[in-house]
């Protein structure tokens, strides 16, 4: 029983002529250089950003101090929950001017995410008292731990809440 190959059909025969040509690319590969430079390659090739972002510095702020990071006219945007500030300038289409959760840039957010409210009634004014959060309930403190761990994995812990004499 031995088969022999049969380049009658024209499926095996343009098998063959596939096979031959790819054989013949890869033992004599084509020794011509491109006419043309590719554009992206031009001026050299680095994997250097165009600059260096910006140093973040872990300090203290307090409601007045962090109320001027609210990201207007295109600056950073600060948050914090629960005395933790995180810079969410990543997250500018969220947390911006224009954000759906706009509201809480630059301010203390700690029980408005705890409520999963976003209403401007959950921010304590700049001149008060921190708020204690003493009235939420334990699925609310749950919600708002959830809300600082979804931070702490996405943004920069960048400094923390103080009451407004304490800087």
Request: some cysteine; charged content about 20%; overall charge negative.
């Amino acid at each position: 029983m031995g088969y022999a190959l049969d380049f009658g059909t024209p499926v095996n025969t343009a098998l063959l002529v596939y096979i031959l040509y790819s054989v013949q690319k890869i033992v004599f590969p084509s020794a011509s250089t491109p006419t043309t430079i590719p554009n992206e390659f031009k001026h050299g090739y680095s994997w250097l950003p165009k600059a260096h972002p910006p140093t973040v510095i872990f300090k203290a702020y307090t409601p007045k101090t962090l109320e001027p990071f609210s990201g207007k006219n295109g600056g950073r945007i600060l948050l914090a929950i629960n005395g933790i500030v995180f810079d969410v300038t990543a997250g500018r289409n969220f947390y911006g001017p224009d954000g759906m959760y706009g509201n809480f840039a630059g301010r203390d957010a700690s029980r408005g995410m705890a409520k999963q409210s976003f209403d401007i009634e959950m921010l304590t004014a700049i001149d008060q008292p921190l708020d204690k959060l003493d009235d939420l309930r334990p699925d609310e403190i749950e919600n708002m731990k959830g809300w600082i761990d979804h931070f702490s994995n996405k943004y920069i812990i960048c400094g923390k809440l103080v009451e407004n004499d304490a800087v």
